[in-house]
Every structure is written in structure tokens, then in C-alpha cells.
């Protein structure tokens, strides 16, 4: 899965034209996530086919300004889950640098060492758990 990231005007409607872009296109948003108070803010959208989700936005002049592969492993939803997976991933010595939730209880990580938190969380070295 491929978390792209998009600089967005911090203004209502901006969710809707992403997200409009990216439905037409046929490309289902797995996870969404925003961050920026200001007059800007990130936008991270997780899929599962990119490049037609970045040609969609080119063509609504919506700019991904990067992407990068993540790590998405289903999870329990109950207490504690979170926090054990992280335990885990610390005590690997592995560095998060994105963490957020995913449709059907997944939860999203980064990382810059992505083959060893892949190797911790049991994920495949070419395809993530979704």
C-alpha cells in the first residue's frame, strides 16, 4: 500500500476535491489522515493502486508532493492492541515516523528502515498485510 502525501489549502472543500478526484478515478481511500492548523495543511491517503490515483489528482491539478510504501497490518480492535505492536517495534530498535488507523481495523506504519518493521510485524518483504 502507498501512503501519498498532499499539500492542501486548509479551507473547506478541500477533503472533497481529493477525495472526488481519487473516487472517480475508481481507487477506493483505504485510510485518510490530515494534519496543519495553519493555512496549509498534509493530507496522507493510503491506497492500493498509486498511480492511478496520482494521475486522478494531476488531472484535478491536485500535486502529491510525496509517497513512500507503509506497512498495514490488521489488528484487533481492543484495548491495548496499539501499544503492543508499538512495544514491539521498540524493543526491535525500529524508528516510527507515521503511525494512523486504517478502514477495517488496520493500523498504518512508516518507517525509515521499512524491511525491518516489516520483518518484525511478519509482513511479506514485496506485499503488505491488508
Known sequence: MMD???EVDNEPGSLARVAAAISDAGVNISAATCTGPGDKAAMHILVPHAEAAKHALATANITVTSQREVVVVDAE???GVLADM???IAEAGIDLDLVYVATRTRLVFGSPDLDALKDILGVEARASVS
Request: glycine share 0%; hydrophobic share 55%.
Open 86 to 88: 508499538a512495544r514491539m
Open 77 to 79: 480492535d481492543r484495548p
Open 4 to 6: 501519498l502525501v498532499i
